[in-house]
């Protein structure tokens, strides 16, 4: 195998093999372009005796220590040749010589063949975080729902400040769902520890929402209301989420989701609100 940093010559190839990754597509052809032009990330690609990619990976540096591998593929009559491993070899060395402490990926625990693939490499589960994800427009009963009708939370979540920076931190490090994901947020698909300079950010941007003590970090993108991350305790956490789901609707959002800890009553408060759960787990591979 010939493993070489991806450029713009590229793209034509590796879209034409990840164009239908999945059934409903993928996100590969469209980013794929600016990924190769990012400074915090390499693009590698595995190459035929043309030179012809028939593999691709991504790392990007989250934070000066930690490194997120993902949109690992390989061209369909490639599969089976070990490339995949030999992939995240390159993209972990790679993260390393760059200073980075820690290598991160997700993997949702329906997909088999990745989940049997990465138990052969040094990266290891350390943590389960839950995708809780549901469209606004739908009206229709759920089993787990409130039977379709709406009522709003008694509770209100009204935007922090970046002086909340250290207590967010420090309630996020200490309660049981930032423990259970240790200490990570989310960021789109990918997870890095939550600083205090995350936390300014977020209230800079608006992202920051205080609720009833808890707190959460949730961004309007896309016409998707996306909660990065939701401190709450077993007593309130239906109401908090439910209060979540209040803003999103208030914004007018037509999908809400969620980043979830792997605590059952956060996953049930999540169900409560009409949600699909889905759990993934989070592999680290200590550099």
Avoid at 136 to 162: F, I, K, Y
Avoid at 250 to 264: G, L
């Amino acid at each position: 195998m010939n493993f070489r940093q991806a450029t713009d010559r590229d793209v034509d190839s590796i879209a034409a093999f990840t164009t239908g990754t999945f059934e409903w597509g993928d996100y590969v052809p469209d980013s794929i372009g600016d990924w190769i032009d990012s400074p915090d990330s390499i693009v590698m690609v595995a190459t035929d005796t043309t030179d012809t990619p028939y593999a691709m990976g991504r790392c990007a540096l989250l934070t000066p220590q930690e490194a997120w591998l993902h949109a690992a593929r390989v061209h369909p009559d490639r599969r089976g040749e070990g490339t995949a491993g030999d992939m995240a070899v390159v993209l972990t060395d790679w993260a390393r010589d760059q200073g980075a402490l820690v290598a991160r990926l997700l993997i949702e625990d329906q997909n088999d063949p990745s989940v049997r693939h990465i138990d052969k490499t040094a990266f290891r589960r350390t943590t389960t975080v839950h995708r809780a994800h549901r469209t606004l427009a739908a009206r229709q009963p759920r089993l787990n729902g409130n039977g379709g009708h709406r009522r709003r939370s008694p509770l209100v979540a009204a935007e922090g400040t970046g002086t909340d920076a250290e207590l967010v931190v420090a309630s996020w490090t200490s309660g049981e769902p930032g423990r259970k994901l240790r200490g990570l947020l989310a960021r789109n698909w990918s997870f890095h520890r939550l600083r205090s300079v995350d936390v300014q950010q977020a209230a800079t941007r608006g992202m920051l929402w205080e609720v009833a003590g808890s707190w959460a970090i949730a961004r309007h993108e896309d016409e998707t209301f996306e909660v990065l991350m939701v401190d709450a305790s077993e007593t309130d956490a239906e109401d908090i989420v439910r209060a979540l789901v209040d803003v999103a609707y208030d914004r007018k959002a037509e999908r809400f989701s969620m980043w979830v800890a792997d605590c059952p009553w956060l996953a049930d408060a999540a169900r409560a609100s009409g949600c699909d759960v889905v759990p993934n787990g989070i592999y680290a591979q200590p550099l």
